[in-house]
């Protein structure tokens, strides 16, 4: 193939990546007016669109080069020459590492790459890829000689929108006493200065001005929360707190919008303020979801090079009717597969469970269900399976595994990070913390109802503990909107006969649902079901869920905060 032949075929790869990037930017952008106009429907359909804009436009760059190349499409020795002249063409441009991510897709679906091919990706396991950025990241810097509130005001007024702060003045205030009081153990006059990004972070309801405030001798993570409400723009909460801040960039939450210049600065920068967490989850957070599975790729599968003794086995927790679960116990990740078959009473069909995954990538997590990225083709060494791990999984997820030579191929997975179960972590921490999970576990389930998602299966081994404490739901294969439920109070027993009866005497359909069940099975101590009742006790009454199942058909839509209560500011 002549030169200008591959180099119009990198040009093509390039400038798909760049319409994809040019689309996102596009659907970004218009976070800030669905903001300015409370149009939480525009946004939420914003996110679903975002979403899906990667696999259009790769499909789009495939068909195009499919044509230019035609019968040459598989021949490895020309994708080489092509990845080449692709290196070349977007050496000046930054975000390097998306540009190869788009190419990798492309190239691994052109040839059904299993596991690594480093003649026709680009493969740098041994890289961290923030290394390379040097762009600083642009921010607004306030010094603090005095009295805060006036300099938080100022604040403020450099993030203007078309809607106009409400009470500004006192708004200012109220964020400088929450500020002093956060951080009055650094003593004397703490704050010495403030600096935030000049990209606005929004995420359903609420904008994020995302940044850190230093004192004389330490600096502290700082992210104000505004809302736009009836009176106008407030701030809701300023959150200084690390652990805090990983909340709100978690696992469990939907991605931000958020109209970066560069993506790779800002990733630098959120790692001051968050060094613990993943690069991988910090990209997939900010919407760049590919990114993040290769960089979760990468750095998994660089830890897995420094084990190779150690082997996969089961992850902890009841074995799964529909999902087999595996981890390494080094490493905090779960590898989900579906099974060949299903034990009963599970009735469903393996493309069934692959929609409830894809209903989750799209929807709103609210902070309650984790994010479970779809992998194929994972190539690993035989001899790091525990034994009855790999006998099980050859024997029962043959649609998903395979062996090629000395190697194990897992051909399908979901990935998610590893949580401990909850009803294995309420035997094991003190009555404090287990009761504690107990009423968070009933948080869990309100967040989710009202954002139109029901569990389907509300056993306590469906959901986990984060490392924040918080209760996550993570087993989706009976998962179903809160709309498509009929929710009944139990019948009463019209004779002795049926009082007795065992099992239902009265007709269940699927989605039948008795609120009033669901204390009997879950397994808490009495002084835990006290807790959960007490706090929670109306989600076992049909008729809250009636009440919620009548706002969502109303077009309500649920404002779940990605902070805790105490964290809110009092209002104005």
Not at 176 to 203: C, K, N
């Amino acid at each position: 193939m002549s030169p200008e032949r591959i180099a119009a075929s990198a040009a093509i790869l390039r400038d798909g990546f760049l319409e994809y990037n040019r689309q996102f930017a596009a659907v970004t952008a218009r976070a800030r007016q669905r903001f300015e106009h409370r149009d939480w429907a525009g946004a939420r359909a914003d996110a679903v669109e975002r979403i899906g804009l990667y696999d259009q436009c790769v499909t789009a760059s495939s068909t195009e080069l499919a044509e230019k190349l035609g019968d040459d499409g598989q021949d490895r020795a020309l994708w080489h020459r092509i990845r080449d002249g692709y290196a070349d063409l977007i050496a000046g441009e930054i975000d390097q590492e998306l540009f190869k991510t788009f190419f990798n897709t492309i190239s691994r679906r052109f040839h059904r790459i299993r596991g690594v091919s480093p003649d026709i990706e680009f493969v740098a396991l041994d890289i961290e890829p923030i290394d390379r950025i040097a762009h600083p990241v642009a921010r607004h810097a306030y010094s603090v000689m005095g009295d805060l509130a006036p300099v938080l005001e100022r604040v403020l007024a450099d993030y203007p929108f078309d809607t106009a702060y409400a009470h500004l003045g006192r708004c200012a205030q109220r964020m400088a006493d929450s500020l002093e009081q956060q951080l009055s153990d650094w003593g004397g006059r703490p704050i010495h200065a403030i600096e935030l990004m000049e990209t606005v972070f929004y995420r359903e309801r609420r904008a994020y001005l995302v940044g850190r405030v230093f004192g004389e001798k330490r600096y502290s993570p700082c992210v104000i929360a505004l809302m736009n409400t009836d009176d106008g723009i407030r701030a809701d909460a300023v959150l200084t707190r690390r652990e805090h801040i990983a909340v709100l960039f978690g696992y469990t939450r939907s991605y931000f919008h958020a109209d970066l210049p560069t993506v790779g600065d800002a990733v630098v920068f959120l790692r001051t303020l968050l060094p613990k967490k993943p690069i991988d989850e910090i990209y997939t957070v900010l919407g760049r979801a590919k990114q993040g599975k290769t960089e979760r790729y990468r750095h998994f599968f660089r830890h897995l090079g420094t084990v190779p003794d150690e082997h996969f086995v089961h992850a902890d927790g009841e074995r799964g009717m529909v999902m087999l679960v595996f981890t390494l116990p080094s490493y905090p990740l779960v590898f989900k597969l579906i099974r060949d078959k299903f034990a009963w009473p599970k009735n469903m069909a393996r493309d069934e469970v692959q929609a409830k995954y894809r209903l989750v990538f799209h929807h709103d997590r609210v902070g309650r269900l984790v994010d479970a990225q779809e992998f194929r083709f994972l190539r690993f060494s035989r001899a790091q399976f525990e034994p009855t791990l790999l006998e099980e999984l050859l024997e029962g997820c043959k649609e998903s595994v395979y062996e090629e030579g000395g190697d194990v191929v897992v051909s399908h997975c979901y990935i998610e990070r590893r949580l401990r179960p909850l009803n294995l972590y309420i035997k094991e921490v003190d009555e404090a913390a287990a009761l504690k999970a107990a009423v968070d576990y009933g948080a869990a389930i309100k967040d989710l109802a009202r954002s139109n998602i029901f569990p389907g299966d509300l056993l306590l081994k469906n959901f986990g503990i984060s490392r924040t404490g918080r209760a996550i739901f993570y087993d989706y294969d009976e998962l179903c909107l809160v709309t498509e439920c009929r929710f009944r109070a139990l019948p009463t027993a019209r004779d002795e006969d049926e009082e007795m009866h065992h099992g239902a005497w009265y007709h269940v359909d699927d989605n039948d649902v008795f609120p009033e069940q669901f204390p009997r099975f879950l397994g808490l101590s009495d002084a835990q079901r006290a807790a959960l009742l007490a706090a929670h006790g109306d989600i076992f009454d049909v008729r809250w869920w009636l009440e919620v199942q009548e706002r969502l058909r109303g077009g309500g839509y649920a404002d779940v905060p990605p902070y805790y209560e105490d964290a809110r500011l009092p209002g104005l």
